[in-house]
């Protein structure tokens, strides 16, 4: 893959196509009309109700749509903290195409069963979402299978960008778009997208401040390891890769800002989606929220689109931190 290649609003037109062939057109609904506490023009971009729980199916679609045919009947490897698996695992089986995904021992159960439904093979390796993927990555080398970025591929950027110009289409009057952030695959799709229909619109990232990895990469100026801690946010924990050809680069340009939130504003935000919008909202997927729960975006009665990223979560530990927050 050159590292110049630039990924482009017509790629992710192009994309859309093959996208929608097995993606769920999710709402963007308006939730300042049903709950005013973050303001009446803040709008939530469904995805938890896409097909595998997660937006991850869209950029899975068009990585594997996109693979040449001899690669298709090779086989596919990825490295997952649990919603790319999903979605490999969902994408390939349809196409008749064997999967393996490779998992940290941190990776909750809910997410592996899910995987191993949609009839992923299933491996744990290592304690960390960097050490499952050197393994993915050693597996690889040695079989010859097409490893499936989980961020940092440009078929699958394209087909993360499906969801700004939904967003646009939505929301014709669109100012600022909340995106959570882990590798950066979502939220660089999103901002080609955006900046190219409607170049004012702000786009902003929300981490978990356990581990931020692209919000401290972007202010150092280049790519930084961190240690992985326990998050509510499951789904952000991980590095942006040693080698990010293409992520990094469109965040730094295209990122407006980014914030980050706190363990208990991510679980205050769970149980406020609960309570106020009756939906069971991952933490990774939460964050968005939380940071405006918070006061820690501005949005001055601007309109507002937060991408509600997925609902893969584990009801019993919703039930505990339900009782922590709730009131
Ligand atoms: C993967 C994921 C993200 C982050 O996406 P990136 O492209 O890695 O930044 C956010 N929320 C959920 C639920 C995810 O599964």
Redesign the pocket.
């Known amino acids: 893959m050159p590292v110049s290649q630039t990924i482009t609003i017509q790629d992710i037109l192009d994309s859309r196509k093959k996208v929608m062939s097995v993606a769920y057109r999710t709402p963007l609904v308006n939730f300042g009309i049903m709950c005013r506490q973050l303001g009446k023009s803040v709008h939530l971009k469904l995805e938890n109700l896409q097909y595998t729980g997660?937006f991850?199916l869209r950029g899975a679609i068009n990585e594997i749509m996109n693979l040449p045919p001899s690669q298709k009947k090779m086989g596919v490897i990825a490295v997952s903290s649990g919603?790319?698996g999903k979605a490999v695992s969902f994408v390939s089986s349809k196409m008749g195409i064997n999967s393996i995904i490779c998992v940290s021992s941190k990776v909750p159960k809910n997410k592996i069963e899910g995987m191993k439904e949609l009839g992923g093979r299933i491996i744990i390796a290592g304690a960390t979402f960097d050490e499952a993927s050197d393994y993915a990555h050693n597996i690889q080398s040695e079989t010859g299978l097409r490893f499936l970025e989980?961020?940092d591929d440009p078929f699958l950027i394209a087909g993360?960008g499906t969801i700004g110009i939904e967003i646009v289409e939505d929301l014709p009057d669109v100012d600022i778009v909340i995106v959570?952030?882990?590798?950066?695959?979502?939220?660089s799709g999103i901002a080609i997208a955006l900046k190219s229909l409607k170049p004012n619109v702000k786009v902003i990232g929300v981490s978990m401040d356990t581990g931020p990895v692209m919000y401290h990469s972007l202010r150092a100026g280049r790519i930084v390891e961190m240690e992985e801690k326990d998050s509510l946010a499951d789904?952000?924990i991980g590095g942006i890769g040693k080698n990010n050809f293409f992520t990094f680069d469109i965040c730094r340009k295209m990122i407006d800002d980014m914030v980050l939130v706190t363990e208990e504003e991510i679980g205050r935000a769970m149980v406020f989606l609960l309570e106020k919008f009756h939906m069971l909202v991952?933490g990774?997927?939460a964050v968005g929220v939380a940071a405006l729960l918070a006061n820690k975006i501005k949005i001055n009665n601007k309109n507002v689109a937060v991408v509600i990223?997925?609902g893969n979560v584990e009801i019993e530990n919703t039930f505990k931190l339900y009782q922590k927050y709730m009131g």
């Open positions: 997660s991850k919603n790319h989980p961020f993360q959570p952030v882990a590798g950066g695959g979502l939220i789904a952000l991952e990774g997927a990223t997925g």
